[in-house]
């Protein structure tokens, strides 16, 4: 039986309506409090908390901002949204996901949706959706309050500063704050140097809200973050700046009888600016600028409603985006060459959404959910649409697609039993990259890829399912699963008529549909608590995905397994775990795509919480790779190798 599952239950303070409509969450921290909820505290990065998520994978191609995939797909297939906005990466090697615009100083959870059942503002969401919930302190908390965190890891000397403050009072609140990372070159087990894997990082945000009436509250939100000096030991450039601006208004009326619950409109603009950099690499024979823009406005309006029954939402969304990226080769002694490689594409898309939770007899529950969007594009720079043209005679500077979702969850929780199935169909519009991207190089298989403006729109079915035991409140077993049959895949086709721009590159592929394709993920959970202070878990997950000619699709998770004991005295906490990953058997090679062995690691962590004169003081610490291992992943770009033995300390003060 193919599964899927609603795994976490979570408190209504934390997430509200939203709780009964999430497959998993990671709770980074709780409203109103600085404490996070994560071995390495505060000071754990966004990508240390996404990896806690079942469903969730992270492809690395260095230290810094690493690519979510969710159900072994990656960003085409996955929404990714903050607090509901649309935000779209700059750089055309997705060297800047969307979650790299965040800290953890500023989330409260990481909610995610697998599968087609996302969120009411996701958009394409085969794999699944991501929402970053922000975190604010909201009113009637303490009146002010703040925090202070330092961290230090030996392996790159990795330091990490940051602070935040909060005020709040019955009809206002804000809360802010400051957070600097700084890294240098790490090294993989056995002491070897990774080269070009540095980076530094600032990010700064505040929050308000101001209640307008009793029940009519206003919020904003202003989020700056940027990089520089960024290495990338997987690609050939590194990034000398990836900067970003996001804001947000929004406007909240409740009600406090009858059906109707809660109104939201919240309008958001964020500009992002992404600039690749080769300036400080080696024998570079060709040298190249590289930059590029993302411009995104938006909207959305959320209405919510109950009754005995149901649990309704209806949301209406809608936003435009600009993305434009060009390059300048300057070859030695030549005139420099510039092509463009995103032509300022605008893209307008407007969506409908409606989701309903009905509630049954005898601990039975339905979900369901469905939405529809138009989507308008243009291609406003007519040098690069003109390049495009020479491949795709006749094709058109503008483009009309309509994708839409419907997805139902059935979950029966008898005594001691959760079992829960699904279904659903959704649809998705090419990226910018697939339909128009025009000469850009993967180092991944060494090939230059063009977009392709005559691309299908893919769809897959999504069967979901799930079983949990519940024999005792001290154990826990689960197995969940999904499989996704996809129709007019995307992927990259080998094209032969044209030569490679790229020193190096071995060939051109053009972006095109396959006619079908399959990806099944599986896992297993287990919890036991065999004494009141001490914690088993246990996780196994095993996927497999293959073309319409039967080979193995790339970047497929192998069977991995993660076991951990944790222990709580009084004020004492404690963390030894195990991970690995098995021999990578069915891996993608005709799509470049090489195995990787394989490995285990182990990690250990501790923290401990003090109270001086009613301000409390945590202290963490931890061994991460304990034995030096020297290891790649498979989700390693080019297989570069993760850190070695890595020493890390941090102290969180609560004020």
Known sequence: ???????????????????????????????????????????????????????????????????????????????????????????????????????????????????????????????????????????????????????????????????????????????????????????????????????????????????????????????????????????????????????????????????????????????????MDDTKRPDVEIHMDMPGKSWTSGLYSLISASNARHEAQMNYDLYYNRLFADMTMYPGGAAPMYMVTWPDVGTLNTGLALTDLVSLPHQQTVRVSAKIAQQWQKLNNQEGYHALRVFFPGMKD??????????????WQPSHWQLSFGMGWGSRAPTVTEAYGYYLNNTFDQYDYIGNPRLKNESAVEVNGATKWLPSPRLTLSVEGNAFFFSNYIIGQFETRLSAMTVDAEGVKVYGNLNHATIVNTSLTAHWQPLPWLTWNNRLNYAVGHDDEGDPLPLISPFTYTSSLTFAYKRLQGKVELRGNSKQVDYGKKYGETATPAWAIGNISAQYTLSIHEHDLTLRAGVENLFDKRYTTYSDWCDIPQKGRNIYVNISVQL
């Not at 009637?140 to 202070?148: H, I, L, M, Y």
């Not at 503008?398 to 979950?411: D, F, K, L, P």
């Open 398 to 411: 503008s483009y009309m697609q309509t994708t839409g979702r419907i997805a139902a969850n059935y979950t």
């Open 1 to 275: 039986m193919i599964i899927l599952a609603l795994s976490i239950l979570l408190s209504t303070d934390t997430l509200a309506t939203s709780s009964h409509t999430i497959d998993e969450v990671v709770v980074v921290s709780m409203a109103g409090e600085g404490r996070k909820r994560s071995a390495k505290g505060q000071v754990a990065s966004i990508d240390e908390h996404l990896a806690e998520l079942n469903h969730v994978n992270l492809v690395r191609r260095g230290s810094y901002a690493w690519e979510p995939v969710v159900n072994n797909m990656a960003t085409e297939r996955v929404s990714t949204t903050i607090d509901g906005m649309k935000i779209f990466y700059a750089c055309t090697d997705k060297m800047d996901p969307v979650t790299s615009y965040v800290e953890s100083s500023n989330l409260q959870s990481i909610l995610l949706n697998s599968g087609l059942n996302g969120n009411p503002q996701s958009t394409g969401n085969i794999g699944g959706s991501l929402d970053l919930k922000l975190r604010r302190i909201g009113f009637n908390q303490p009146t002010r309050w703040a925090n202070v965190d330092v961290g230090y890891e030996t392996n790159g000397h990795l330091q990490v500063y940051g602070a935040d403050v909060a005020v709040s009072s019955q009809r206002f609140y804000t809360n802010g704050g400051f957070f600097f990372r700084h890294a240098d070159n790490y090294k993989e087990g056995g002491g070897r140097e990774v080269q070009f894997s540095q980076f530094q990082k600032v990010n700064a945000f505040v929050n308000a809200g101001v209640k307008l009436a009793e029940r009519d509250v206003l919020e904003g939100t202003f989020i700056f973050d940027r990089a520089t000096d960024v290495g990338y030991p997987a690609l050939n450039m590194d990034v000398a700046k990836a900067e970003a601006f996001i804001t947000s208004l929004s406007y909240k009326h409740q009600w406090t009888e009858g059906f109707l619950n809660s109104w939201e409109t919240k309008a958001y603009y964020n500009h992002i600016t992404h600039i």
